[in-house]
């Protein structure tokens, strides 16, 4: 079982940048996708982007393409969304999670607690 510590999460103006970092226990984290997901206040967790357990491969939702970059260090059990340019609609709690890669929760099986991303006008 993969332990996940989600962190990076702030407040910041649009525009503005942002790490967050997906902190691993577990032997097995290596040999999983990573994936960062998105969850605005009454809304569905989305997909935003995920990594292949080499890190050979990246993949991105629409709106992170260009902006995001998602990376990871298995020999430090951590992977990290690099977040720039944010807009508002970028606002919401952001989760690591390990599985499969696809954008479908049900692919997943550990998650972060979560971190909350605040992008302001």
Known sequence: QVHLVDSGGGLVQSGGSLRLSCAASGRTFRTYAVAWFRQEPGKEREWVAAISWSGATQYYADSAKGRF?????????????????????????????????SSKLEDYVSWGQGTLVTVSS
Request: hydrophobic fraction near 25%; charge should be negative.
């Open 69 to 101: 970059t998602i990376s990871r260090d298995n020999s430090k059990n951590a992977a990290d969304l690099q977040m720039n340019n944010l807009k508002p609609e970028d606002t919401g709690v952001y989760y690591c999670a390990v599985g499969s890669g």
